[in-house]
């Protein structure tokens, strides 16, 4: 574990390898799980004041979902998450050619919403929990990412390569800066231990 700042880092996600192969897997991410995207308190205001925004974006049937029962819902663990499409895929997952991706998302990049996603489909594979005295971040292994390990492996990227806009989005760049900074350290302690 890396300790930075407040959070203690695995150290999967500065050894192991991932980027992710959409053309493989088909955003199955978005499809696949028990329950929907986890949400933090904040974004469930954000969400609620945004969707009007990339409601256009979504398909039918996530817009009435949301309209039933909410833009947000709280699944079996007491969590915090984005509602479903018939128990299966995220009300704003949409499809294009054959692949699974974020209406919110779409929207952002068209400029019709400032918010980009939320931020743990953001930063997956890594997930974080917040504990009282510190926040881990954890990297997640799932085998729907198998191909994204591959690509990762074969192009030599590093979990916290791959998602360092989602973790500057999510901590700063302070503390990206002192993630770069540890894991420096912790190569050159493994060259000349």
């Not at 947000?72 to 991706?101: H, M, Q, R, S």
């Amino acid at each position: 574990m890396l300790q930075i700042k407040d959070t203690l880092v695995s150290l999967d996600v500065v050894e192991k390898k991932f980027c992710c192969d959409l053309s493989k897997c088909k955003g199955a991410c978005c499809v696949e799980g028990d329950s929907g995207a986890p949400l933090t308190s904040d974004e469930l205001e954000i969400i609620e004041q945004e969707f009007d925004n990339f409601k256009s974006y979504m398909r039918d049937e996530g817009v009435k979902i949301v309209r039933q029962i909410g833009t947000w819902v709280i699944d079996v663990e007491n969590d915090n998450v984005t509602p479903l499409v018939n128990k299966k895929e995220c009300a704003y997952a949409i499809f294009e050619d054959g692949i699974a991706k974020c209406a919110i998302e779409k929207a952002f990049f068209d400029k019709k919403t400032t918010f980009r996603k939320p931020i743990s489909c953001h930063l997956y594979p890594v997930r974080t929990k917040n504990y009282s005295s510190f926040t881990a971040v954890n990297y997640d292994s799932w085998e729907i990412c198998k191909d994204a390990v591959k690509k990762g492996n074969d192009e030599n990227i590093p979990v916290y390569d791959f998602v360092s806009d989602s973790l500057t989005r999510k901590f700063g760049k302070d503390w990206c800066n002192e993630l770069k900074l540890a894991i420096e350290t912790l190569k050159k302690e493994k060259q000349h231990p």
